[in-house]
């Protein structure tokens, strides 16, 4: 659980770094506007055509008597209206990040740069880490798809469906939310999306206590386009911290160790011969 308060720790810590750095503040912010004018025209379409969908996909129910109808369907328009939230929440992220890679890529290498140590660069061309980015996020909305499919069957569960499913919803969002803002930092580092996919789950707790506040956040209009520069700071210093076990002191110990155990005996064996 310790985890949970560590991964919160992260995104706020990624906050504070732009505070510090206005400039980076405002070059991170363009991106996630020109998102949000595009998100905002297509749930406000969805909004006012759901009634209509929700009608046409129910014909079975025109007979249905007042108020049984009306609660019928308002209670699939409301379970449709969530699920498109649900899927804008999660692709938000995506698509911001795909539409201003060049602005979060350069942001990233500039907290590696302030926090000392290496800056990684992928060293690919620009084309190409926009395939790659583009790529990789498809295969996460599918993923998110199937995840959203299952807890919207869920949801017509009684109790738990208006408890559990939702808390479910939110883990499930907050999980690759994070995966998407960690991309940015582990893609420059050649870090292939099965590898990425496994070292969240190997911390999963703060894997969500990064990503979980931030999707409840994004929850608020305008909000996510604010936290969006902060959240990508926060991601790159939590991969710095996710891949300091690789070179920690212990393992360079313990191969120091296995190297002079190796030299000792091949000098045990050649005095013995």
């Given at each position: 659980m310790r985890d949970l308060g560590v991964g919160f720790g992260y995104l706020v810590k990624g906050q504070r770094w732009v505070g510090r750095h206005g400039r980076w503040f405002g070059f991170g912010l363009l991106p996630g506007l020109v998102t949000?004018?595009?998100?905002?025209?297509?749930?406000?379409?969805?909004?006012?055509g759901a009634d209509d969908l929700t009608a046409w996909a129910t014909p079975f129910a025109d007979d249905w008597s007042s108020?049984?109808?009306?609660?019928?369907?308002?209670?699939?328009?409301?379970?449709?209206?969530?699920?498109?939230?649900?899927?804008?929440?999660?692709?938000?992220?995506?698509?911001t990040?795909?539409?201003?890679?060049p602005f979060y890529e350069s942001l990233s290498e500039e907290v590696d740069r302030t926090e000392g140590g290496d800056v990684p660069r992928s060293g690919l061309p620009l084309w190409r880490e926009l395939w790659i980015s583009a790529r990789d996020s498809l295969r996460i909305l599918v993923r998110v798809v199937l995840y959203g499919i299952a807890l919207f069957a869920l949801g017509f569960i009684p109790v738990v469906g208006q408890t559990v499913v939702p808390v479910l919803g939110f883990c499930v969002s907050g999980f690759f939310l994070?995966?998407?803002?960690?991309?940015?930092?582990?893609?420059?580092?050649?870090?292939?999306?099965?590898?990425?996919?496994?070292?969240?789950r190997g911390r999963r707790m703060?894997?969500?206590?990064?990503?979980?506040?931030?999707?409840?956040?994004?929850?608020?209009?305008?909000?996510?386009?604010?936290?969006?520069?902060?959240?990508?700071?926060?991601?790159?210093?939590?991969?710095?911290?996710?891949?300091?076990?690789?070179?920690?002191?212990a393992d360079a110990g313990t191969d120091a160790g296995t190297d002079a155990d190796d030299k000792a005996g091949r000098t045990g064996r050649t005095a013995h011969a």
């Open positions: 949000l004018v595009l998100y905002a025209a297509a749930l406000a379409g969805l909004a006012y108020p049984w109808q009306g609660a019928f369907r308002g209670f699939l328009t409301a379970l449709l209206f969530a699920f498109g939230l649900f899927l804008a929440v999660v692709t938000f992220t995506a698509v990040l795909l539409v201003g890679q994070a995966e998407e803002l960690t991309a940015v930092a582990l893609q420059r580092r050649r870090v292939e999306l099965k590898e990425r996919l496994a070292m969240l703060l894997t969500l206590g990064f990503g979980v506040p931030l999707t409840l956040a994004f929850l608020v209009p305008f909000v996510a386009v604010f936290l969006m520069p902060g959240a990508v700071a926060g991601a790159t210093l939590m991969v710095r911290d996710l891949e300091a076990p690789r070179d920690s002191p």
